[in-house]
């Protein structure tokens, strides 16, 4: 059954990419949808700001896959990345692959792209319109009624819906109204660290400068480089660094000495000239984390992707969970008939705990990122998990391997790999008391040797 | 030096108990002072919804003293309480002590009453005008800039201001608009339990009918009731529960039946006919826990009071550490002669963390109240900590009067607690390492009788 008997009057608050798809779910179940964007079309203009390259993987794929999007852009446009790149400061570089077992890949796409394909795709269906230009600047969640203002025209008009849909992400206005009702829990969490966009450009023959089957990363400790490869053979570099060192760099020979010392091998690749002038034409930009609870209001509100979860950008799991919220969504639709006094609570009661440990699990990926990947401690591990992957692929799947190659529920990620840290603790110590037991055995055989040995001979 | 150099204009947003007192603040230092409060003024009005009564101690009676308040709120009116009454099921009574060493008190005050002796003592100082029914809908806080509405005449005013205090409440807009701009983190988070108020009437001849020097709690696990006595005679009663446990007090007869197997004796001194009627006439409430950080934006806006760290009411610090904020700011504007660009950020770099460390122990002290107090450890940890600080007062001062009877930073407090389990974990680690060598020196000794006497027998 594709097409419930229930045909719901659905408005989808932000024309980004969770919003584009979730339409293109709710029309082919029949729900007449309109979608308000605050910003143009993103396909009639030609810059939309700056913003991180995608890495689409399992969850995100599934999700296009059911509205027929997966070859198109994974195919056509996706550029498979089959691990991490480290660069060393002396410029060596170390690989270290994503699935050493099953040898998957993520896939470097750029937002623009994916969010004119998914128009595309919503606008195909004639239970679809689209609204641009349109700021919601008033809601009554509890009677699905909006104000919006065109922002051409500054006219205002009303919509009236069965069901809002908060795709408007992280600054969400649907959420921000939500925190105004009693019994929502909400927390925004800024880093202290902010971030930067660059770019490395394609070679003299129009071929990538580095290979582009990486995620490259410069790791420094306390900030880094990483650069995704895009399908013009240029890749999108972004700085992420403390505020209080971004704000050092004050002037061009600042940042080129910082860079030199820091990232000389990409100094290179991107050009002094372009390095000073892309970094100056730009203002480095916050990074901001989003958990609430719960995600709906009655029967007529419910949040999803950054408006529900926004999460800092270093597991990549940001677009990848906002689809997979819109795949959890469609099961239940399909589960309850599409009834959302049902459905709504259910989603909440089932995603907000996920979506929190994912938002944590991406915190301490940019210490991962930035620091432990330099480490030999985190090298060895890696190589561990990898080896018992290899032996027992049911029993042992590494941490990156079930975010990002399975739907496994984000809570049961981290429990599995704190049951992986309590194996490795317990087989440590294990491993620490036979060798103390040998070095007992050893010491006894000393004294045996020193006292037994010439009462031996004494009595020989 | 009361008076300093620099005369600003202070707008304050809220005319509660922290801006009615910081009011006063500014004005003795000369600055001159609007406050606009949302709310008829409180002197005109018989009731104004409901609240928990409020307990004073050490940091809300120092920053009274300040403005020459301490003595009318303590002496005149406050109501001596000397420690905790627990009323068991089966009716019996144990008094805890909140100090047994120096009999340290805290004072029950009404809410309303505080208030208007603050908004009094705020509108002697010429320097101060207060507006009531004046609603803050815009704020352009860089600017100091507020739009106000007139909630009788329903007319729009402005206000410019070179500082804005924030001391609008938990639900502040002051907070709310701040929250907007980057780099500000917050939350906003609600316990899964609410609670109601009821009263306890006077005796037939005016007199109380429980102790009044003590707060009494009826600790009942997963909820309790708790009263605090009013100079009338009167107690005022809280409920806290969860709203699961609530939401099934649907008739008279249930509400009957769930308080006469929790708390008969309460429901003797209530009435059956006066708990049904207050119970039935409000609607339970739900408790909001905020942190925000920073509390300033530059040196034109600050949070106060519950607007920057709303808590729940279980460690009766609430309205203390607002005064407290007070006193620190005071101090600020002292050392930087009122110069708000340096008064602010030190304001939020000293504050934010002591106060995320005091809603974080109101959170744990709910534990503490409706559950631990009835239980063995729990006593004999007070007994423990009660004999030490008698000991050496100086070196053992249990967490309580850190909190309640001293001035010391709320993180410190948690550190000091930290310490001591420390302690008692080491020192029960010692008792127990010796108990383990007497009992081995034991069965030295009985292996001995075993072995050795026979044979010591063999060769007498």
């Known amino acids: 059954m594709t097409v419930t008997d229930r045909k719901s009057r659905v408005v989808i608050v932000g024309g980004g990419l969770v919003g584009s798809l979730a339409a293109c779910f709710f029309a082919k179940r029949g729900h007449y949808v309109s979608i308000y964007e605050y910003r143009p079309d993103i396909r009639t203009v030609d810059c939309w700001g700056q913003s991180i390259d995608l890495a689409l993987s399992v969850r995100g794929r599934e999700a296009l896959r059911a509205v027929g999007l997966e070859e198109v852009v994974v195919d056509h446009h996706g550029i498979a990345m089959r691990g991490r790149m480290i660069h060393n400061k002396n ?18 796409v750029t937002r623009r792209y994916l969010n004119i394909v998914l128009l595309n795709a919503a606008e195909k269906y004639s239970e679809v319109s689209l609204h641009f230009n349109k700021k919601v600047v008033d809601a009554d969640l509890d ?21 809002i849909i908060g795709a408007d992400g992280a600054y969400s206005i649907i959420r921000r109204t939500m925190a105004k009702k009693p019994r ?15 770019f490395v450009p394609s070679g003299k023959n129009n071929e990538f400068m580095m290979s582009n089957k990486h995620l490259h990363i410069w790791p420094r400790g306390e900030f880094m480089m990483i650069a995704l490869p895009n399908d013009n053979c240029t890749f999108t570099v972004n700085l992420f660094a403390p505020f209080l060192t971004l704000d050092k760099l ?7 000495n910082f860079c030199e010392e820091y990232f000389p091998d990409l100094v290179e690749l991107i050009g002094r000239q372009k390095l000073v002038k892309d970094y100056f034409e730009r203002e480095p930009k916050p990074l901001i984390s989003i958990k609430c609870k719960p995600y709906h209001v009655g029967k007529t509100t419910l949040l999803l992707g950054d408006a529900a979860h926004a999460m800092v950008p270093f ?3 940001g677009m990848n969970t906002g689809f997979e919220d819109v795949l959890l969504l469609d099961e239940l639709m399909e589960r309850y008939n599409s009834d959302f006094s049902k459905v709504l609570p259910k989603f909440s009661e089932l995603r907000c705990e996920d979506a929190h440990a994912i938002c944590d699990l991406a915190m301490y990926n940019y210490v991962e990122m930035r620091d432990l990947v330099r480490k030999k401690s985190f090298l060895v591990r890696k190589y561990i998990d990898t080896f018992l992957y290899k032996r027992i692929p049911k029993t042992w799947i590494p941490l990156y391997s ?7 529920r984000f809570r049961d990620c981290i429990a599995n790999k704190q049951w992986q840290d309590k194996v490795g603790r317990n087989t440590m110590k294990k491993i620490n008391n036979r060798i103390r037991i040998i070095q007992n055995v050893l010491e006894q055989l000393s004294f045996y040797r020193y006292y037994a040995e010439p009462l031996g001979a004494r009595y020989s």
Do not use: W
Not at 91 to 108: A, F, H, M, P, R
Not at 250 to 256: A, E, G, S
């Open 402 to 408: 079930t975010i990002h190659f399975s739907r496994m």
């Open 184 to 198: 929502f829990n909400c927390s925004q969490t800024y880093i202290e660290h902010g971030y930067l966009e660059l």
């Open 91 to 108: 410029g060596s570089l170390k690989e270290i692959l994503y699935d050493g077992v099953n040898q998957n890949c993520i896939y470097s």
């Open 250 to 256: 004050k002037t061009p020979q600042d940042l080129l």
């Open 143 to 163: 009677d699905g009624k909006l104000t919006i203002l065109d922002t051409r025209t500054r006219k205002i008009e009303k919509a009236k819906a069965d069901l």
């Open 315 to 317: 597991y990549a799991q």
